[in-house]
């Protein structure tokens, strides 16, 4: 993975991270066996990243892996949890906000990716200079403990027991120096359907953020799967040229998201190189461009009754007669994850 160069697709890559999406929707501890055991980064260190405001309708969860010998990190974003009531909200809430001056992108995705950017950002400084993110994390806490600590209101009688432990961390675990040499040289970004969106809108705070732009070199790709379109055609022509040779996107036959937010709600495009398969066989590069929806109601409900379809009633020749060009089956993580199993035969991934 640190090997591969800046905008290069592999599809041993491709299975690894339609993995890391697949598996994103489980707890940390799963998440984190899986990528040692079965995606190729052993001994890693993963930390998950998780904001909720209900109020400002985001809820987002994220895992940052680095590897054992801190060369490279994987920044793997959860999509839309089926029975998450506020992701449903955030990919409904469509309305149009300016992604600082660099064109407009989709309101619910702007506003989750941007929760979790201060708590990110102190992580990649820290494995950039070889330091462990679960030890940037002790340290974070350590922090916030400190606060109490000083702080009767908040201590109550284990005053001097959490100032104890405060200090131990903090003899333990001292952060890399300014003048540590760079140890971090590659970093993925990766997710599935809203995963994916948040993936991209990520990806270009790199190219935005000053104080990120020393990761704009060390990322190598963007890889996403079923994911929805971000933003309009000025976010597209900022980013075509930086980000766009990075960014890989995977739709699985008749995947209904990639075609959504509809045209109703907003004229958003698609950018990067598009890679489709079929069932059973692996992802190709496509020059087809993805078909924005007329309506969501429309298009949800065609995708719902193929879906239906073909997981209950596949069996029935005459349904095979009804043109459905869209399926929300061929959305589910699984499809996404058996296609890229394909192209990577000597990967266990399942």
């Not at 339609?18 to 001994?43: E, L």
């Not at 994916?196 to 990761?215: D, H, N, W």
């Not at 036959?253 to 990067?272: E, I, K, Q, S, Y």
């Not at 995708?303 to 043109?323: D, H, K, R, S, T």
Request: with cysteine.
């Amino acid at each position: 993975m640190v090997q591969v160069k800046a905008g290069e697709y592999d599809q041993q890559l491709a299975a690894i991270l339609g993995s890391a999406s697949c598996w994103s929707y489980s707890d940390p501890d799963t998440f984190a066996k899986t990528m040692h055991r079965r995606a190729g980064v052993p001994w890693n260190e993963t930390v998950a990243l998780t904001d909720r405001n209900p109020a400002l309708l985001t809820d987002v969860t994220a895992y940052l892996v680095q590897s054992e010998d801190r060369r490279l990190c994987i920044l793997c974003f959860r999509g839309t949890g089926p029975l998450n009531i506020i992701n449903w909200l955030s990919d409904g809430s469509s309305r149009v906000v300016p992604f600082f001056s660099a064109g407009h992108i989709h309101g619910g995705f702007f506003h989750a990716a941007m929760m979790l950017t201060t708590t990110l950002r102190t992580l990649l400084q820290s494995a950039r200079k070889g330091g462990s993110i679960c030890e940037a994390v002790a340290r974070e806490r350590a922090m916030w403990s400190d606060c109490l600590r000083r702080d009767p209101r908040g201590c109550g009688d284990d005053r001097r027991r959490a100032g104890a432990d405060v200090g131990a961390a903090r003899r333990v675990l001292r952060p890399p120096r300014g003048d540590d040499p760079d140890v971090l040289e590659a970093l993925y970004i990766t997710g599935h359907s809203l995963g994916g969106a948040l993936a991209i809108v990520t990806a270009a705070l790199l190219f935005v953020e000053p104080r990120l732009a020393y990761f704009r070199e060390k990322l190598r790709g963007v890889y996403t799967y079923g994911q929805p379109m971000v933003g309009y055609q000025d976010f597209k022509d900022r980013f075509e040229r930086d980000l766009g040779k990075r960014l890989f996107r995977h739709v699985y036959r008749n995947d209904v998201f990639p075609g959504l937010p509809a045209l109703n709600m907003g004229r958003f495009v698609h950018f990067g190189s598009l890679y489709t398969a079929k069932e059973g066989a692996e992802w190709l590069p496509s020059r087809a461009s993805t078909r924005q929806e007329r309506t969501l109601l429309g298009a949800i409900g065609q995708a719902a009754l193929a879906g239906i379809q073909q997981e209950f009633f596949g069996n029935l020749p005459v349904l095979n007669l009804i043109p459905l060009r869209l399926s929300v089956a061929d959305h589910s993580p699984i499809k996404y994850l058996r296609v890229s199993r394909e192209g990577a035969a000597d990967i266990e991934l399942v």
